[in-house]
Nanobody, 119 residues
Framework: QVQLVESGGGLVQAGGSLRLSCAASGRIFSIALMGWYRQAAGKQRELVATITSGADTNYADSVKGRFTISRDNGKNTVYLQMNSLKPEDTAIYYC?????????????WGQGTQVTVSS
């Protein structure tokens, strides 16, 4: 089993920055893919960004050039640096990892952290 602990959410004014962190723990053999998703009120959860173990990244068009995803493999931690935040970035942000433990590779979700951007 893998536990994900997220931190770094909060309230910020438009144009501001926040940095989210997500640390994975448990009997982890490897983590292939790490990423962030978000869900705004009344909307479906959507991809924000992903990063592979080889540091290949993928971003939603809406955040390209503003958000940067990174990871520390030694700490099993993924980060999301969010700059030039907009009110439409307001959502609950969820960490997601594809991890190999004692069983097959499985997908795990964090509990979510609220990001609120005021205009």
């Amino acid at each position: 089993q893998v536990q994900l602990v997220e931190s770094g959410g909060g309230l910020v004014q438009a144009g501001g920055s926040l940095r989210l962190s997500c640390a994975a723990s448990g009997r982890i053999f490897s983590i292939a893919l790490m990423g962030w998703y978000r869900q705004a009120a009344g909307k479906q959860r959507e991809l924000v960004a992903t990063i592979t173990s080889g540091a290949d990244t993928n971003y939603a068009d809406s955040v390209k050039g503003r958000f940067t995803i990174s990871r520390d493999n030694g700490k099993n931690t993924v980060y999301l640096q969010m700059n030039s935040l907009k009110p439409e970035d307001t959502a609950i942000y969820y960490c997601n990892v594809n991890a190999a433990t004692t069983g097959p590779v499985s997908r795990y979700w964090g509990q979510g952290t609220q990001v609120t951007v005021s205009s």
